[in-house]
């Protein structure tokens, strides 16, 4: 039977324990999709990735994102994680500052900076607004936790989220949603969305993300989501937005598993891209065999 390595490494931290795990299977070819999900079920991480050989000149690597319910076309934690992997593994030059990894949404470029690890946001899709009462009850508050004058609002960069601005940090702590709530907030929508709750801070914003839909009760960090945020705080007056901007997510905290995401932004409201990165702290590694 064929046994392959897996290793297991905390995102947006640089403390094991904390931050959002990821499981990497730094070889799996040999190994179909259907398997990829069932060993992503096995795992039951928010997210687990496989590295595959790619087929762009241009990139370094393919690497497949799973949860434990379906494939993913793109997601910033698994991005990082997966990156740091790679370099530790010696499958990226030590001193390469710049690579891509391919994943199904397309090439995503990675920087590197000492320690950090920064991954480039894909196009933002900026879609509805959505009414403030339903939002309320869809995180279990009372409409006066929103924050005044702010629209919630869809938006994705691969990963689709309701945007929910709250008052502050403690709202934020009571915010809850579960499948039927959000469910209930989308109506006829076709597409599954999360709900990203947020209140923003001096340093940038304090955040949660619940994704009942995508079988995630809550995600500690979610790089995918803090590009859009950033995006989004840009488009309604909640954060600065001159070239080379930089503010931190926190997210994760009230799970117990705190994360700090960073945003750079490059030009006027992300024009010439926005950033996001972390620092990432090894775990575990192992073998398993089918």
């Not at 070819?29 to 496989?50: C, K, P, Q, V």
């Not at 279990?140 to 691969?158: C, I, K, M, Y």
């Not at 999360?194 to 209140?199: K, N, Q």
């Not at 945020?229 to 600065?240: F, K």
Request: hydrophobic share 40%.
């Amino acid at each position: 039977m064929p046994k392959y390595r897996y290793r297991i490494v905390d995102v947006f931290t640089d403390a094991p324990l904390e931050g959002n795990p990821l499981a990497v299977v730094p070889d799996a070819r040999g190994l179909d999709e259907g398997t990829m999900l069932r060993i992503a079920r096995e795992f039951n991480l928010s997210e687990t990735t496989f590295v595959l050989p790619a087929t762009r000149p241009e990139a370094s690597a393919r690497v497949r994102i799973f949860t434990p319910t379906h494939e993913m076309t793109f997601a910033g934690h698994p991005t990082i994680g997966t990156a740091a992997v790679l370099r530790d593994e010696g499958r990226v030059p030590a001193d390469a500052v710049r690579f891509v990894l391919e994943e199904k949404i397309g090439p995503v470029p990675v920087r590197v900076d000492g320690a950090m690890l920064w991954l480039t946001t894909p196009p933002i899709a900026v879609g509805k607004e959505y009414d403030r009462a339903a939002c309320a009850k869809a995180v279990g508050l009372d409409e006066r936790d929103l924050l005044p004058g702010v629209p919630p609002q869809w938006l994705s960069a691969g990963n689709p989220n309701v945007y929910i601005p709250l008052v502050d940090k403690a709202a934020v702590d009571r915010a809850w949603a579960d499948r039927s709530t959000v469910a209930a907030l989308h109506g006829s929508m076709s597409e599954r969305s999360c709900v990203f709750v947020f209140t923003p801070t001096p340093e940038g914003a304090y955040s949660r993300m619940f994704a009942p839909e995508y079988g995630l009760v809550e995600d500690p960090a979610t790089g995918s989501a803090t590009g859009p945020l950033a995006a989004y705080m840009m488009r309604h007056g909640l954060a600065a937005h001159a070239d080379g901007t930089r503010f931190v997510s926190e997210q994760g905290t009230k799970m117990g598993r705190r994360s700090l995401l960073y945003v750079t932004i490059h030009g006027d409201h992300g024009a010439n891209g926005i950033e996001v990165g972390g620092r990432v702290a090894p775990f575990a590694e192992g073998t398993f065999q089918l």
